[in-house]
């Protein structure tokens, strides 16, 4: 094995597992990989920590080896933390959204790996939001760690097509500085171990642990790019009940077709919920989505909007806060909201950019697909 005696630090959290259960990070160790670092992305190493909760440094109970965090005070690399490395290996689990923080983290790591002339190795996962592709490209001028590069809210990638997309594309400054890329490729570049079986034309739902707290089923994992925007609103996703992201609701949303009652209080995937203790009127999606969607769903937004304009008392929050154009990746979408565009028109409004990508998606994907057209178009 190529990494036998080597010296690496490994980017994982609690879905970085074999099909037998052992950890990543245990199974390199016992085949005398030198692990020096573990680097932990949101929600930390063992996947414990609230959304958007800063983790901290520590140390593995089991192992001993240094955890050092990518969400809290750093979110890229020092190059010190490079030093003596021979590989940075990812293996995390995605779904495949823009906004889900740790393809963020992949980019930044990404940055310092070419920035030091460390190589990466990325573990491919399936992604189960691969099959299709959908949303409108992120803008210059709204980046964060909800959406770091100009790609849509459903990319359709796996983390080694998108590490392959970030690199090829030279969308982090180290990448495009040609002599730190050169000096790169030749200890070895981006290396991905694919996922085996994996098909672009395939809904994979293959998980033996949810990716995160809040994304427990697969069915919440589909729901999500319809029902994220929520964050930015004073409408409740459902953290703090036993289904978030498959329900949406707020105290003052309790009109016709908003009749599903659910109160929010915390629990290991949210200390603080949203609406904590207060009764929401909302809809409950379905739990057992047999047919995998694929398109984002934009109606839950626009009527939620719509009823909000109509008919909130005057005590409700402002529909849109700052993280709402984060989410969206610009100001399009709480325009398009505003100036009462239909759902239908809103799509339409962002298909050419969109098709514009899947071509670029297409050159960099490496698993099968049926062409660029397997992904809808809306």
């Known amino acids: 094995m190529k990494l036998t005696e080597k010296s690496v630090a490994v980017v994982a959290n609690a879905t970085s597992l074999l099909p037998n259960g052992t950890h990543t990070v245990d199974h390199l160790i016992s085949l005398s990989v030198d692990v020096r670092q573990v680097w932990a992305p949101e929600h930390g190493f063992r996947g414990e920590a609230d959304a958007g909760e800063h983790v901290e440094d520590g140390r593995d109970p089991k192992t001993g080896i240094p955890i050092k965090s990518l969400y809290g005070k750093t979110k890229r690399p020092p190059t010190d933390w490079l030093e003596g490395l021979d590989w940075v290996i990812y293996d995390i689990q995605d779904v495949g959204v823009r906004f889900y923080t740790y393809s963020t983290t992949l980019s930044y790591v990404i940055d310092a790996c070419v920035e030091a002339g460390v190589p990466l190795m990325i573990m491919d996962r399936g992604n189960p939001n691969g099959h299709y592709i959908d949303g409108p490209i992120l803008k210059p001028g709204f980046e964060s760690m909800v959406g770091l590069h100009p790609i849509p809210v459903v990319h359709g990638l796996t983390m080694g097509e998108y590490a392959s997309m970030v690199y090829g594309e030279h969308w982090m400054p180290a990448t495009e500085n040609e002599e730190w890329r050169t000096a790169f490729e030749k200890k070895g570049g981006i290396e991905v171990i694919r996922c085996k079986g994996y ?21 919440a994992i589909w729901h999500y790019p319809s029902l994220c925007y929520f964050e930015g609103t004073p409408i409740s996703c459902g953290r703090g009940t036993d289904a978030p992201f498959t329900r949406f609701g707020a105290p003052w949303l309790d009109g016709d077709g908003y009749e599903h009652r659910f109160t929010p209080a915390p629990d290991h995937g949210s200390k603080y919920p949203k609406f904590q203790g207060k009764e929401c009127g909302g809809v409950q999606l379905s739990q057992d989505v047999t047919t995998a969607p694929d398109e984002i769903d934009w109606t839950y937004l626009f009527n939620a909007y719509a009823y909000w304009k109509e008919n909130a008392p005057a005590e409700a929050p402002e529909f849109f806060n700052a993280f709402f154009k984060k989410l969206a990746g610009s100001n399009e979408l709480q325009q398009a909201l505003e100036s009462g565009m239909s759902t239908e028109e809103w799509v339409k409004s962002y298909y050419s950019e969109l098709y514009t990508y899947k071509q670029k998606a297409y050159e960099y994907s490496i698993y099968p697909h049926l062409g660029i057209e397997t992904y809808k178009s809306n």
């Open 199 to 219: 098909s672009h034309h395939k809904v994979f739902t293959e998980f033996q642990v949810p990716p995160s707290p809040n994304l427990r089923s697969i069915e």
